[in-house]
C-alpha cells in the first residue's frame, strides 16, 4: 500500500539556512556593509489613465557596466510596479541622487502604496525628451535608457539598459546620497 508522504510544517524563510550555509538575515547583514549610491529611476506609464501615469522607485542596486555601448543595470523585485512596467515600457530614466535629496529616496522607497502620482506632485523635474519619464531637479547627474536586456536571477530581475542621454544638471559641489547599514547617508 502507498503512503503518501506528509507534508513538513511550514518554516519561516529566515529560519532555513540556504543550500550554501548563508541565512538571509547573515546575507541581509554582510551586504549591508557595502555602501553604494541612491537613484531614483523613473518610467512614464502611457497606458494608467487618460494621460499616463509616472512612476518611480528608490534603488541601490544599480551600476555601470559597458561604456562602449553605454549600458546601465538596476535590480528590480519580481513583480515589483517598476518590474511590470519595465516588461512593457522599453524606456526609462535615472537621476543619481544628491546628499539632500533624502526626501526623494524615502518617498520612493515606501513600500505598498497606491499610486505615485502625488509622490511626484511637488518635486521639481523635466521630462526627458527621449524617455518621457520625469527626470529629478538637483540630481547629480540624469540619464535615460531604453532596456537591452531582462535576466531573472532568484527573487529580483537584472534589467541592462543603452544609455541614451546623460545629462549633469546639478553644477554645485555636493556629494552623493549613499546608503550604508541601512541608513541613508553622505559622505563626510
Known sequence: MLQKT?????????AIPHAEGVSNDE???AMSRLASGVVL??????????????????????MSVSLDP?????????????DDLLTD?????????????????????????????????????TRGEESGAPLMDGALATL???TESRVVAGDH???????LTAALPSASNRGPLTYFQGKYRHLS
Open 41 to 62: 529611476v523613473t518610467a512614464h506609464d502611457p497606458d494608467d489613465g487618460p494621460r499616463g501615469e509616472d512612476v518611480g522607485m528608490t534603488a541601490t542596486a544599480f
Open 27 to 29: 546575507f541581509r547583514a
Open 157 to 163: 530581475t537584472l534589467v541592462v539598459g543603452r544609455v
Open 70 to 82: 553605454p549600458l546601465v543595470l538596476v535590480s528590480l523585485r519580481n513583480g515589483s510596479r517598476m
Open 6 to 14: 506528509p507534508a513538513p510544517p511550514p518554516v519561516s524563510d529566515l
Open 89 to 125: 515600457v522599453p524606456v526609462w530614466a535615472v537621476s543619481m541622487l544628491a546628499e539632500d535629496q533624502r526626501h526623494v529616496a524615502g518617498r520612493f522607497a515606501m513600500k505598498n502604496r497606491v499610486s505615485d502620482r502625488l509622490l511626484f506632485a511637488d518635486l521639481p523635474h
Open 144 to 146: 535615460e535608457c531604453r
